[in-house]
């Protein structure tokens, strides 16, 4: 297609939105006509036209503004990229720091609009992270544009997935928290779920409003992409030792229905899973990973029988060695390891069942891999204070003691002990679990008004409504705004 002349297209580039902005902002409809408008405009414009230069020298990139001109500069540089005039896209390059500044200030509102060129863009900086080594350098950009998108990073996209996979391979565990410690509620919505009322541009209740088989913001999720996310969520949780989460993950991976017998991220789960499967976990899956994960098993049972018949870390310290091949094979010997450490840390803790008090040297000789070593045991069990693990203190009795003669003293009571809260502390969580709380209750209540738009709610209704007329024992069977529509059954009892 011949090029068009970019001078002559400036005006219809630089139309939406209308800067500075009206006293009175556009109507949803009006907004959404004009963009959808520029878009097909935009559509319509050949690549080379977009990379041609304007009047004075220069290109588009240095005339639009990527948090003004969302939709043109996004255009602009994928073609930049696809035609390679600004050189190899690789980190640290002309067009990586243009899609850099993109990310970092496109309009959340407009980006909704352009969601397949919003995803190759995404995935451009993936390709080229990756092809040059570095995954580390997508790392940051990628989760701004997560969290720009979205900042709930409620609903879980095909980007949530391509994040932690770069966190994986660059080992950069604790950047992937800002996304990670987000809670997902929701899917992409389908043609059959969404709203059809409610504009790309409209106020929505959730992210999912937004984000959806239409807007292409995300590529297809599928089942195993799900499992695929708590996976890889559930490794960079144990790579930062914080286990309450990683259990959490995995439970989730292991307790998801499965067709068939059980999908592989089950099984990997399971391999990585402490002691019991969850109660929820079905039989068939149950059946299934346990005789795939047998030898994990194993290490299970021996880790379980060592803490309650307080024995030495010698039996289990053979069989995880006798295990090493199959560790290795399955990329999970530096989990396995761990096991070591945790068990010594469970048997300190146990002592305070016990004992209200224990000199260093006992707790050394029962709990040590090196009994001998007294000071190391120190060290250890400091670590594990002031990490909270310990509710405990190590009295020295005086700077010049030696550690043969010091004390692990055991709080009596939660209430008593470092690990107390201070009132401001117990300020701060109260605060932190009524907003979680409070996060919570109203992704119910989307959630409510989004069935309640349904097709399968339209359904029940109906199906209720017949029951009511065939029973004689009358009634409409509406349920309006604000009841439940199973309020005389409770749907998460065990029963």
């Known amino acids: 297609m011949a090029p068009k002349d970019i001078s002559s297209l400036l005006p219809q580039l630089l139309s939406f939105p209308p800067h500075p902005p009206p006293p009175i902002p556009p109507s949803d409809t009006a907004y959404d006509r004009d963009i959808r408008t520029l878009r097909k405009v935009l559509n319509e414009i050949p690549t080379n036209s977009l990379t041609s230069s304007v009047p004075n020298g220069g290109d588009l990139l240095e005339i639009l503004d990527p948090s003004i001109n969302t939709l043109p500069y996004l255009y602009t540089l994928l073609a930049h990229i696809h035609a390679g005039k600004q050189k190899a896209m690789v980190p640290g390059s002309p067009s990586w720091i243009k899609a850099l500044e993109f990310l970092d200030h496109f309009d959340s509102v407009q980006v909704r609009y352009v969601g397949t060129e919003f995803r190759r863009l995404v995935c451009c900086l993936r390709d080229a992270a990756l092809a040059s080594k570095m995954p580390i350098a997508a790392v940051r950009p990628i989760r701004t544009a997560i969290l720009r998108l979205d900042p709930s990073a409620s609903c879980l996209t095909s980007t949530h997935l391509i994040f932690l996979r770069l966190c994986l391979e660059a080992r950069t565990f604790r950047a992937a928290k800002a996304v990670l410690d987000k809670d997902i509620y929701e899917f992409p919505s389908s043609a059959n779920t969404q709203s059809g009322d409610?504009?790309?541009?409209?106020?929505?209740?959730?992210?999912?409003?937004?984000?959806?088989?239409?807007?292409?913001?995300?590529?297809?999720?599928?089942?195993?992409?799900?499992?695929?996310?708590?996976?890889?969520?559930?490794?960079?949780?144990?790579?930062?030792?914080?286990?309450?989460?990683?259990?959490?993950?995995?439970?989730?991976?292991?307790?998801?229905?499965?067709?068939?017998?059980?999908?592989?991220?089950?099984?990997?789960?399971?391999?990585?899973?402490?002691?019991?499967l969850p109660k929820t976990t079905s039989p068939q899956v149950a059946k299934y990973v346990r005789i795939l994960g047998k030898p994990y098993e194993a290490l299970g049972i021996v880790f379980k029988d060592g803490l309650d018949k307080d024995l030495d870390v010698r039996r289990l310290n053979a069989e995880l060695h006798a295990g090493n091949q199959k560790w290795s094979a399955d990329c999970n010997l530096g989990l396995v390891l761990q096991v070591l450490d945790a068990y010594r840390r469970f048997s300190i803790?146990?002592?305070?069942?016990?004992?209200?008090?224990?000199?260093?040297?006992?707790?050394?000789?029962?709990?040590?891999?090196?009994?001998?070593?007294?000071m190391e045991t120190a060290e250890y069990i400091t670590l594990m204070i002031n990490k909270g693990q310990l509710n405990a203190t190590l009295d020295n009795r005086s700077r010049d003691s030696e550690p043969q003669s010091w004390v692990l003293r055991f709080a009596t009571s939660s209430s008593t002990g470092p690990r107390i809260l201070s009132e401001q502390q117990q300020y701060e969580e109260m605060v932190r679990q009524a907003a979680t709380s409070s996060a919570l209750a109203e992704h119910i209540r989307a959630t409510d008004r989004k069935f309640m738009l349904s097709k399968e709610y339209a359904e029940w209704i109906k199906r209720s409504k017949n029951d009511a007329d065939n029973s004689g024992n009358g009634g409409d069977g509406i349920t309006f705004p604000g009841q439940h529509p199973f309020d005389d059954e409770d749907i998460m009892g065990d029963g």
């Open 198 to 276: 409610q504009l790309p541009c409209s106020s929505h209740d959730a992210s999912s409003g937004f984000i959806s088989d239409k807007t292409e913001l995300s590529d297809k999720v599928t089942y195993r992409d799900a499992l695929k996310y708590f996976l890889y969520g559930a490794m960079i949780y144990m790579a930062l030792h914080e286990w309450d989460r990683a259990i959490h993950f995995l439970e989730i991976i292991l307790t998801a229905p499965s067709r068939n017998n059980s999908s592989q991220m089950q099984i990997e789960a399971y391999k990585k899973w402490p002691g019991s």
């Open 349 to 374: 803790v146990k002592l305070g069942s016990t004992y209200a008090a224990l000199p260093l040297p006992q707790v050394s000789q029962r709990t040590s891999p090196t009994p001998d070593d007294y």
